[in-house]
């Protein structure tokens, strides 16, 4: 049993990192600068929509073994591990803005013991270099005779399953000059059992970036194809499935929709980019994947303008906010950037979301947030599927026609069999599936199934 400190300890990976290494039977206090959330955490509340996250803060906290605290003094001292997991977002030019870090870095090490022997385990996503960045800023504050050593450790959760894929990791990696900083690290670790890659800080910070920015270039690869099978009339889906079925590919990530959002990729493929220009490189790739993502999100409200003959005076039902399913993290979402656009060409917008709602009401005043997506139908021209929640998969569209003004339903997330949403009396527009009869042929639902009963979905990521 180890006594841990978890700097940025209401945050998304600092909250659920607290909760599971407390559930391991550790003695952990979260540290968070944020006066209300710690205060909400210290009854158990936890602020943000991560399944299992509730439970498992109630469990450790009645158990004594997690406590929250904005005071340094009471929680860096007599730490064995100091967990940096405060923000690391973009600044307007894709850097990392790196001021949580520094901020963090220095206040440990003001309240490093003399003494006792401390590893600083630096899980935000930083830049490369950043652990020695991080060992400066602490060694310059530090009392004499104190002892610390630090070592990258990237997370991979999703968030959405973050207390799954903490428990489960795909892999732990750990990147230290010093070996055996990294070892008493892996040595928390050990109950999980994971694949444990040692290796130096620089590489294992790049490991991170290049993951989130493979991930990425997925996305955005499906999506530029997605745009040709429009033009061309193939339906992506079926090319995504047929590619899927290669081992050499994979079927994951390669869902055609509105493209990525979130806290991680859109400003780790940013900052990725920066690094390598800063190092004299041309990061062409990179720099498509982004604008790539980015033009998805015009496109899909220039399109839905044409379907409905101008937005002016139109009224949408956007079904989902949170950039991805299973979370309350308007982060970045592609809801933000398609309600900005609806309301600057005039347009009227009802939502509905399982969880971002309340996060999306103090963005959005102007947005009508309803109690269900058959709620949020009522009386629109157009239904706008954003996020890909389970929710909506299982809609019952005749109740949802029914509801509506109009007959459209524009699919960002390609979550529907047209054959489906036809026989329901609506219009269907995916996301390219450009093989999908036109408007006019979409009244026999007959034809339809004839002409997709080959479609079959392959799994969300
Ligand atoms: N969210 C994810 O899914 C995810 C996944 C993998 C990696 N990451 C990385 O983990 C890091 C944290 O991400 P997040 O989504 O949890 O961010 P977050 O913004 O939800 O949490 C950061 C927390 O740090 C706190 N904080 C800021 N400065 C502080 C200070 N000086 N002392 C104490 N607390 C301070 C903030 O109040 C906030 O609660 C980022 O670098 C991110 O890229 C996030």
Redesign the pocket.
């Known amino acids: 049993m180890a006594r841990i400190c978890i700097?940025?300890?209401?945050?998304?990976?600092?909250l659920g990192y607290a909760a599971a290494l407390a559930d391991l039977g550790n003695d952990v206090i979260g540290?968070?600068?944020?006066a209300d959330?710690v205060a909400a955490l210290n009854r158990g509340e936890p602020l943000?929509y991560e399944p299992g996250l509730e439970e498992l803060l109630s469990r450790n906290l009645a158990a004594g073994r997690l406590s929250f605290t904005t005071d340094y003094t009471a929680a860096v001292p007599g730490a064995e591990f100091v967990f940096l997991?405060?923000?690391?977002?973009s600044l307007s030019n894709g850097d990392a803005d790196m001021r949580?870090v520094r901020?963090?870095a220095v206040?440990i090490g003001k309240h490093l013991q003399p003494g006792a022997r401390t590893y600083v385990v630096n899980?935000?996503?930083?830049p490369i270099g950043s652990a020695e960045l991080v060992t400066q800023l602490v060694a310059e504050h530090a009392p004499a005779g104190a002892d610390f050593a630090v070592v990258a450790n990237?997370?991979?959760?999703?968030?959405g399953s973050?207390v799954h894929d903490i428990f489960r990791p795909d892999r732990i990696v750990l990147g230290a000059n010093d070996r055996a900083a990294a070892e008493a690290v892996a040595a928390l670790y050990a109950p999980l059992g994971a694949p444990t890659l040692i290796t130096d800080p620089r590489s294992a910070e790049m490991i991170?970036y290049a993951s989130n920015a493979f991930l990425a270039t997925k996305i955005s690869f499906i999506n530029e194809v997605a745009h040709v099978c429009e033009r061309l009339g193939a339906d992506v889906t079926v090319v995504a499935e047929g590619m899927g079925l290669d081992p050499r590919i994979g079927p994951r990530f390669l869902h055609a929709g509105l493209g990525f959002g979130?806290?991680?990729f859109p400003?780790?493929v940013g900052a990725l980019t920066r690094m390598a220009d800063d190092a004299g490189l041309h990061p062409g790739l990179l720099r498509a994947v982004l604008e790539i993502n980015a033009d998805v999100r015009g496109r899909f409200v220039g399109r839905l303008e044409k379907l409905l003959d101008g937005l002016d005076g139109k009224t949408l039902a956007i079904w989902g906010l949170a950039f991805k399913e299973d979370t309350d993290?308007l982060r970045e979402s592609p809801a933000l950037d398609i309600i900005e656009m609806a309301r600057e060409r005039g347009a009227t917008l009802r939502a509905h979301d399982p969880a971002a709602m309340a996060n999306a009401a103090r963005r959005f005043p102007q947005v009508t947030m309803c109690a269900s997506p058959y709620e949020a139908a009522i009386g629109a021209d157009a239904v706008v599927v954003v996020t890909p929640w389970r929710e909506f998969r299982q809609v019952d569209l005749g109740r949802v026609k029914a509801a509506m003004r109009g007959d459209l339903l524009l699919d960002g997330r390609n979550l529907y069999d047209p054959p489906a949403v036809f026989a329901a009396g609506l219009r269907y527009e995916g996301m390219g599936r450009g093989s999908l009869p036109r408007a006019e042929d979409q009244v026999s639902p007959a034809v339809a199934v004839t002409t997709f009963v080959a479609t079959t979905r392959v799994g969300a990521d």
Request: hydrophobic residues 30%; glycine residues 18%.
């Open positions: 700097v940025g300890g209401s945050g998304y990976v600092g540290l968070d600068v944020a959330r943000i997991c405060v923000g690391t977002p949580q901020g963090a206040a899980k935000s996503t930083m990237p997370e991979f959760l999703r968030e973050a991170k979130g806290s991680c400003k780790d993290d």
